[in-house]
């Protein structure tokens, strides 16, 4: 039966047109939350601490500036010079300490934010817990899978919050991506894919040592805590994510942003059930001890199946891709896509192109007069802007202040941040074991 509101002519028009180049577009500039600019009861602000004012420390500490209901009251960092660096973000005079504890013994301090390195995390945010602080760590949330569940297990024995630092969570591009995903707008959605490739030394983590970097000016024996024993070495403290003996490579220091904005968006908040990863060393021939190409397909509960590449080769555009039956999501940059996908039955092309245009004629008109085409359900490709400067660090240390005080959930919390970083290391593990990484809820353990 014809659909007697769509001719043929329509529907080629519509198929190659509007779904494709020349679609409609709903172009949606998102408003920011305000969520910096809130205020708690009776204009309290949280006093924390920074522990760790290195790179990231120091753009949090500049992120947290546009925050009004948060103030940074001390800077923890074993090596002088990035106090220094820690009190120049910070943007006023708090004391200074190599040693955090100093912070945790302070009662009048309410939270710390936790920003070392990865192997650190754990040490220092079960000490906060104990001290019965409230914490901001860095993503990774955990070097190992155990220390990741004595984390959960010590933040929810103490009911403190724990805000794990992957701010896209908080990103209102990947909100509003969360909410078109929770919707059904796109239909079943049964592959993603995201992308994060670098092309300088800046990605690769080929950062230069700082004059001045001396046992004097760092205490050492506290950088490696329970680390395998090394004599002092800058360029490992430095360019610490490279070693497996404090970092994760490629796998913690991107994949797990790819990872927990995909859970943001899909709303999986569980370990992945099977990860294969390859890769290798293309570029740089440095004593790292990670690959600067990985790839890894994972296999989440649900049936969707989640591929993530990172390179230090070549730059990307660092798309993710949810493809759904009825449209896919792109979240790219500061803007998120929705195309939709053209799902009406239709003739079959392809296999026509052998055939004489008559027969092609004959076959074409036969099937439209067979078959009922409505109209697509989805017609208009829609696009969100984050506006110009959006930060979602700001939001998301925002989001973090608030929970202090009203106790709810954060975006990201210890039971996210674990079971993100578990897929960092269900990644590594596959790589170095040449094995598909298997996750055994039972035991908490990857197997392979
Ligand atoms: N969310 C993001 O976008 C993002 C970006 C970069 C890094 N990170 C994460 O932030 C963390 C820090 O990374 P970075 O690049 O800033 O590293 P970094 O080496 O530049 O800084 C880490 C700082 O921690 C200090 N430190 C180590 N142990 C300490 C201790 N016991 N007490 C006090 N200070 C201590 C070091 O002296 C150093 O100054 C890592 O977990 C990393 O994965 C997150």
Redesign the pocket.
């Known amino acids: 039966m014809k659909t007697p509101s769509m001719t043929r002519r329509d529907f080629v028009r519509m198929s190659a047109g509007a779904v494709a180049a020349g679609a409609a577009v709903k172009a949606t500039l998102l408003e920011p939350p305000m969520l910096a600019a809130e205020t708690l009861t009776g204009g309290r602000k949280i006093r924390f601490a920074s ?7 120091c ?1 949090l500490l500049r992120s947290a500036r546009q925050v009004s209901t948060g103030e940074c009251v001390g800077i ?4 002088d010079m ?1 106090q220094k660096a820690g009190l120049e973000a910070c943007g006023r005079e708090v004391p200074t300490t ?3 504890r100093r912070f945790l013994d302070d009662k009048t301090i309410d939270a710390v934010i936790v ?4 192997h ?2 754990r ?2 945010v079960l000490d906060a817990v104990a001290a019965g602080k409230d914490v901001y760590c ?3 949330m955990s070097h190992t899978v155990e220390a990741g569940f004595e984390m959960v297990a010590a933040v929810q024995a103490g009911k403190r919050i724990l805000e794990v ?3 896209r969570v908080s990103n209102i591009l990947y909100r509003k991506a969360a909410e078109i995903y929770a919707s059904g707008r796109l239909g079943e959605v049964y592959y993603a894919e995201a992308h994060m490739d670098r092309d300088g030394p800046s990605g690769a983590g080929v950062y230069p040592v700082p004059p001045g970097l001396t046992p004097e000016t ?1 205490n050492w024996k ?2 490696l ?1 329970d680390a395998p024993p090394h004599e002092f070495d800058p360029v490992r ?2 360019r ?2 490279l070693y497996r003996d404090y ?1 994760e490579g490629l796998a ?2 991107l994949f797990v ?1 790819l990872l927990s904005g995909f859970m943001g968006v899909s709303g999986i908040n569980a370990p992945p059930l099977r990860a294969y990863s390859t890769g290798g060393n293309v570029r740089y021939k440095d004593d790292r001890e990670f690959p600067d190409v990985l790839s890894t397909l994972y296999d989440y509960p649900g049936g969707l199946t989640y591929g993530i590449h990172c390179n230090m080769v070549t730059a990307s555009q660092e798309p993710l891709i949810f493809s759904g039956e009825e449209a896919n999501l792109t979240i790219m940059g500061n803007t998120l896509t929705i195309t939709p996908a053209d799902t009406r039955p239709q003739p079959e092309r392809y296999g026509l192109n052998g055939w004489t245009e008559a027969l092609r004629r004959q076959y074409t008109e036969a099937w439209f007069a067979a078959h009922t085409v409505a109209p697509p359900k989805i017609t208009e490709a829609e696009v969100y802007e984050t506006p110009r400067g959006y930060d979602d ?1 700001a939001d998301h240390l925002a989001n973090f202040f608030r929970a202090i005080e009203t106790r709810e959930h954060v975006v990201e919390d210890e039971v996210f941040g674990n079971h993100a970083a578990i897929a960092c290391h269900m990644a590594n593990y596959s790589y170095f074991n040449r094995a598909i990484a298997t996750w055994d809820a039972a035991t908490k353990t990857i197997k392979g």
């Open positions: 522990i760790g004012t290195g790179i990231r420390g753009d923890a960092d074993l090596y990035h190599r040693d955090y920003a070392t390195a990865d650190l995390h040490h220092i860095e993503k990774p630092g992957s701010n760092v506290e950088f805590r403290f430095v610490w994510r970092g913690g220091d942003h660090t």
